[in-house]
Nanobody, 114 residues
Framework: QEHLVESGGGLVQPGGSLRLSCAAS????????MTWYRQAPGKEREMVAL????????QYADLAKGRFTILRDNARKTLSLQMNSLKPEDTAVYYC???????WGQGTQVTVSS
């Protein structure tokens, strides 16, 4: 059975950093494009970043450019999101997602507040 399990969220002060991880199982991880999405309270879910199956060609939403880095380790079947220079508006639940298979993790809460 397929699983995506996110971790690494928490409370961080503005300007701080967090590294989110997503552990994948139950499907051929290295065959699929992976994405990070987020959903803030009262807002629609939005894409944050995307990475190809091989780990190249990362793409970022404007909200993430210059601050976030998406990475993957196909040997360990993990997806990561390094987030720097965090802002209060980055507060959201962050999800990893396999677009082609429409798999979602349960999400991890990120709160940016002083």
């Amino acid at each position: 059975q397929e699983h995506l399990v996110e971790s690494g969220g928490g409370l961080v002060q503005p300007g701080g950093s967090l590294r989110l991880s997503c552990a994948a199982s139950g499907f051929r991880f290295n065959s699929y494009v992976m994405t990070w999405y987020r959903q803030a309270p009262g807002k629609e879910r939005e894409m944050v970043a995307l990475i190809s199956a091989s780990g190249g060609s990362p793409q970022y939403a404007d909200l993430a450019k210059g601050r976030f880095t998406i990475l993957r380790d196909n040997a360990r079947k993990t997806l990561s999101l390094q987030m720097n220079s965090l802002k209060p508006e980055d507060t959201a639940v962050y999800y990893c997602h396999v677009p082609v298979l429409n798999y979602w993790g349960q999400g991890t809460q990120v709160t940016v507040s002083s």
